[in-house]
């Protein structure tokens, strides 16, 4: 009987995965803080802890290209994937397709 829930537990997470269409698969276990000086270990368990979630906190990641801050949402998506139902996650491709960058056309003469 524990093999049957075990087995429809990782079917169901697998199933949010794919659902969420992640860009890449990053965790927050692979995220690493010592790279990222404005984020202590402290703070990224509080996040990972998602009581922001709880409270109906919003979270607005930012900084310069290149700090992690793809690998931090892909990261607390995939633990929100653990936990989250379908009807309260938002779909992270959509979201991802409003928050990625985008490159502006270079105008002939000014690039």
Same mark, same amino acid.
């Given at each position: 009987?524990?093999?049957?829930?075990?087995?429809? #537990?990782? /079917? /169901?997470? #697998? %199933?949010?995965?794919? $659902?969420?269409? &992640?860009?890449? !698969?990053?965790?927050?276990?692979? &995220?690493?803080?010592?790279?990222? /000086?404005?984020?202590?270990? %402290?703070?990224?368990?509080?996040? *990972?802890?998602?009581? =922001?979630?709880? *409270?109906? !906190?919003?979270?607005?990641?930012?900084?310069?290209?290149?700090?992690?801050?793809?690998?931090?949402?892909?990261?607390?998506? @995939?633990?929100?994937?653990?936990?989250?139902? %379908?009807? @309260?996650?938002?779909? =992270?491709?959509?979201? $991802?397709?409003?928050? %990625?960058?985008? /490159?502006?056309?270079?105008?002939?003469?000014?690039?």
């Amino acid at each position: 009987m524990a093999h049957e829930v075990n087995t429809r #537990e990782k /079917r /169901r997470l #697998e %199933k949010q995965l794919k $659902w969420a269409a &992640f860009p890449e !698969y990053k965790t927050l276990e692979t &995220f690493d803080v010592r790279e990222q /000086r404005s984020l202590s270990q %402290k703070q990224l368990n509080q996040l *990972q802890e998602l009581h =922001w979630l709880e *409270q109906a !906190y919003n979270l607005l990641l930012l900084g310069p290209p290149g700090v992690g801050k793809s690998h931090l949402a892909t990261g607390l998506g @995939i633990e929100l994937s653990g936990v989250a139902t %379908k009807s @309260i996650s938002p779909a =992270w491709k959509n979201l $991802w397709d409003c928050l %990625k960058p985008r /490159r502006l056309p270079v105008l002939p003469g000014l690039g």
